[in-house]
């Protein structure tokens, strides 16, 4: 598999640009319709937000040796207790995947990559690359679950998820 840094920040800027279009729809809604169950593996749209944000910040602390969330996957829709503190939390994450991905050399994205893996129960490797594939997979896997639950919450103007479509970046900020 060959990646290279231009993916990495093409991706680290999709995600930010995708995570400020959810947070701006997301607000739109109650505390209530953002935490009632829909569903989703998660439950609700808040507890999927934070899932994703936890799975972020506990491939950020495998990629870029920083700080790791609190907790395991059953804890991880809890991360953040309100909306606004998810929202300061995703912006400061972005900013570090963003700042990752504009440093990551060639090197970096080669060899295995070896970690604990909660989920497993065991230590585990796998190629750098394909975990990096998989870190920007996981983001979209779940922003695509709760785009569903905020559509179905009523939300409108989401904007557009194609990452063709992605604003060049001195249009977008």
């Known amino acids: 598999m060959m ?3 231009d993916y990495c920040r093409m991706m680290a800027r999709y995600n930010a640009w995708q995570n400020g ?13 953002l ?3 829909r569903g989703a593996f998660f439950g609700s749209i808040l507890g ?9 910040l506990l ?7 920083g700080a790791k969330p609190e907790g395991g996957i059953g804890e991880s829709a809890d991360l953040c207790p309100t909306l606004a503190t998810w929202s300061a939390e995703r912006f400061r994450a972005d900013g570090r995947i963003r700042i990752w991905a504009d ?3 060639a090197l970096d994205l080669t060899g295995n990559l070896t970690w604990f893996s909660g989920a497993q129960g065991r230590e585990v490797s796998a190629p750098m690359a ?3 594939v998989h870190f920007f997979n996981h983001q979209t896997h779940h922003r695509g679950q709760v785009h569903a639950m905020l559509t179905a919450a009523g939300c409108t103007g989401i904007g ?11 249009n977008w900020l």
Do not use: S, Y
Request: with cysteine; charged share 35%; proline share 2%.
């Open 3 to 5: 990646i290279d840094r």
């Open 21 to 33: 279009q959810v947070a701006a729809a997301a607000e739109t809604l109650t505390d209530k319709a």
């Open 35 to 37: 935490r009632e169950g």
């Open 48 to 56: 999927t937000l934070n899932h994703l944000l936890w799975g972020d």
């Open 59 to 65: 491939w950020m602390a495998r990629f870029d040796g």
């Open 103 to 105: 440093k990551v050399r």
């Open 130 to 132: 394909q975990c990096v």
């Open 160 to 170: 557009d998820t194609d990452l063709v479509f992605m604003p060049d970046e001195e």
